[in-house]
């Protein structure tokens, strides 16, 4: 029997930092490495986006009850070490990438009942599976007793570039990486409040690191966390 199949699922690693310090990439990649799920709780802010949007174009007109109304459509199907995000019966990963969500996302995230409505079901999928979790309050508010905590940050001019470049796949100039610089400064202020980090958490600085010496970092920490007497998980990882 395999070490899946003896023990319960839970064991939760929380990633959390600021918009486009590669969090949902790397987190991604760990799942993948640890043969976990990923759940980038981001990606549920902008389906509910998404689906009011779907509804009510005017996004004047959108309130807290009616992005409620419209997140119901959405859906999480589990794949291999990931997630799905469907709206209705669609796969919505395209859609929930798209300008217009961008725009309006972060009002969305400050809505106290959405953000209630996405910690749930964050915290239902994570007891059925082992999970590697990324958001802006993973650490603090969802999972306080996480078995691991990542705090990731990177220069303000470095993270424009990346989210750029995985924007257009071609390498900006300085003057794109100045205004979307400014933006980004911009929406930190907004998302201060939800991007706390937890007073256990591991801080990485991802500026002049490549993924894969995050994710080499991070997988390191995971074994040792395992490797610790702490109960149903005190046995370690055996194989890659």
């Given amino acids: 029997m395999s070490d899946d199949a003896r023990r319960p699922h839970g064991f939760v690693i929380a990633i959390d930092g600021p918009?486009?310090?590669?969090?949902?990439?790397?987190?991604?990649?760990?799942?993948?490495?640890?043969?976990?799920?990923?759940?980038?709780?981001?990606?549920?802010?902008?389906?509910?986006?998404?689906?009011?949007?779907?509804?009510?174009?005017?996004?004047?007109?959108?309130?807290e009850a009616s992005v409620l109304a419209a997140a119901e459509?959405?859906?999480?199907?589990?794949?291999?070490?990931?997630?799905?995000?469907?709206?209705?019966?669609?796969?919505?990963?395209?859609?929930?990438?798209?300008?217009?969500?961008?725009?309006?996302?972060?009002?969305?995230?400050?809505?106290?009942?959405?953000?209630?409505?996405?910690?749930?079901?964050?915290?239902?999928?994570?007891?059925?599976?082992?999970?590697?979790?990324?958001?802006?309050?993973?650490?603090t508010a969802v999972f306080p007793g996480a078995a691991v905590k990542i705090f990731l940050v990177a220069d303000t001019w470095e993270r424009a570039r990346r989210r750029l470049v995985e924007r257009t796949s071609s390498a900006p100039t300085d003057a794109e990486i100045a205004e979307e610089t400014a933006r980004l400064a911009q929406r930190d202020a907004r998302d201060a409040t939800q991007t706390l980090q937890a007073r256990d958490a591991i801080v990485i600085d991802t500026t002049h690191l490549t993924q894969a010496e995050q994710v080499h970092r991070i997988v390191a920490l995971v074994d040792a966390a395992m490797a610790r007497p702490r109960g149903r998980f005190a046995e370690p990882r055996t194989g890659e």
């Fill in 19 to 63: 918009a486009a310090a590669g969090k949902s990439s790397t987190a991604l990649r760990v799942a993948e490495h640890l043969g976990f799920r990923h759940i980038d709780s981001g990606a549920l802010y902008r389906a509910a986006t998404a689906a009011q949007a779907r509804v009510e174009a005017d996004a004047s007109r959108w309130t």
């Fill in 73 to 139: 459509s959405v859906a999480l199907i589990p794949r291999d070490t990931a997630f799905t995000l469907c709206i209705g019966r669609e796969d919505a990963q395209a859609d929930i990438r798209s300008a217009n969500v961008t725009r309006h996302v972060s009002r969305v995230a400050q809505m106290p009942r959405v953000r209630a409505w996405v910690n749930e079901r964050v915290r239902a999928l994570a007891g059925e599976y082992d999970v590697v979790v990324d958001g802006r309050d993973m650490g």
